[in-house]
Structure formats: C-alpha cells, structure tokens
C-alpha cells in the first residue's frame, strides 16, 4: 500500500493533492503550477500524471505550465473543456497510473459543473471528489440542477464506510457551523466541530474525512432525516415533500449563510 496522499496547498484554501510512490508524483487538481514545482524540487519527484475533477480556474491553472516542458498524460472529464488534456475520461472507466502501482476507477458526478468526475481508488481506499463532496458539505451547483448533486452525493456515500475523501477546500469549519444551524442540538455536529476547529488552531488540516463520518455529520447526507427535513421546512414550507427538495432547500440555505 502506497503512503498517504499529501496535500499541498494553494491559494487560500485550495490542496492540491499529491500521490507519491518512489520518486514518481502525481497530482489532483493543480490549479497553481508554484506550489506544485517546490513540493516536486523539495521531495526530489518527478511529475508522472495529472488528474482533473472539473474546468474551474483554480483546479486547472497551473496544468499548462506543469506540462510546459513535460511529456505526461493529463486525465480529466471528457464533457468538459480541460488545458492539455490528453486522456479524456468517462463514467466508470478504469485507468491504471503505472507509475504509481495503483488503479482508479472514474465516477461520474455532476452538481457542481456538468461534467465533474471523482477518481476512487478501492484498493487503498482514496476518494479525489473535487468540489463534489465536502468535509461538512458540499460544492455549489453552479451548473448542476439539485436532483443531480443528490444523487452524486449519494453515489458517493454508498462507498465502503472506511474510504478516504480527500476533497480541495479547507471549508470544514465553515460546513460545520452550518450544520450546528440546521440541527443546533446534534452532539455528534458538535464534537466534530470543536475537534476541527481545535485542529486548525494547532495548524493542522482537517482532511480526508471518511465517507462514515460524512454520513454522520454532513446534512447534504441525511435529507432523510426527520431533524433535518423539519428544519428546512420551518424555513421553507414544502421543502419536506421530498429528499430532493430538501437537499434544495439546504443547499439555498447555505447559499446565503
């Protein structure tokens, strides 16, 4: 088994991660070139592959430079625009990462843009979802519709409970103090947010979760929930008919906390 992904930060609250096994890197993401070129020169590595989750700026900025003066397969969603790609890529398509030992499977989940993919890793128990899912939370649909982000939400949740989810923002605190605002009495809420907000304050990140502590504490997870769906039905009368429409309503809500 491989060492643990490292993240690499960027940006305000961007990780890019990197997967290293030997002297061969690959990352997740790099939507800033700088960071990922001293992680490479510091740890002596040598970029072999690029993933992709999505177009947005600050996921794929940095790739043309990375590729500048490097022959390297760029993988990323095949309905979307992705710089450099040379492996476009589509629902559960498997692709090997020879340098690395390990195989990827790739999951369709749209929601946050149209043609997001999650790469997931069953041998090693990784999950790379973007700005799908989040510690907490969840991205914002700024192309997708709400049915979409749930099923994509909840196709991920149906991974095995152990599976390490390491997604690219630091916004955990943030996902949680929404959470305590929804379901103000949930210790379990509670717990996870003084362990975070602890972890930040000794400067550590809070990332991966695990797709067992999502199911427990994140509410983009549990619109089947009876605290949940009541909650967002005192703000939004109707909001309960489904667990689609709740999803809605939550995601609203958080839109302008």
Not at 204 to 215: R, S
Request: proline fraction near 6%.
């Amino acid at each position: 088994m491989l060492a643990s992904p490292i993240a690499i930060p960027a940006f305000t609250d961007n990780y890019i991660w990197a997967i290293c096994h030997q002297n061969q890197c690959v990352v997740v993401d790099p939507g800033d070139a700088a960071p990922v070129e001293g992680f490479l020169e510091e740890k002596g590595l040598n970029l072999a592959a690029i993933l992709v989750t999505h177009h947005h700026p600050d996921h794929v900025a940095g790739i043309a430079a990375l590729t500048r003066n490097r022959e390297i397969p760029v993988y990323g969603p095949a309905n979307e625009t992705i710089p450099c790609m040379t492996q476009p890529l589509k629902d559960n398509q498997i692709i090997k990462l020879d340098s690395l030992g390990i195989t990827l499977k790739v999951m369709d989940v749209p929601g946050h843009t149209l043609g997001h993919i999650a790469y997931h890793d069953a041998e090693n128990g990784w999950l790379f979802c973007g700005d799908t899912l989040f510690a907490g939370g969840c991205g914002r649909l700024f192309e997708g519709t709400p049915s979409q982000m749930h099923t994509s939400l909840h196709r991920l949740a149906e991974l095995p409970a152990q599976t390490l989810v390491y997604c690219t923002h630091e916004y955990t605190i943030a996902n949680l103090e929404f959470a305590i605002a929804v379901t103000p009495h949930d210790q379990r809420v509670q717990a996870r947010l003084a362990a975070v907000k602890s972890a930040r304050k000794n400067g550590q990140i809070t990332l991966p979760t695990t797709v067992a502590e999502e199911c427990r504490t994140n509410p983009f997870l549990r619109t089947a929930d009876t605290d949940i769906q009541n909650a967002c039905e005192a703000r939004e009368p109707g909001a309960s008919g489904s667990n689609v429409q709740c999803f809605a309503s939550l995601r609203r809500w958080k839109d302008n906390f």
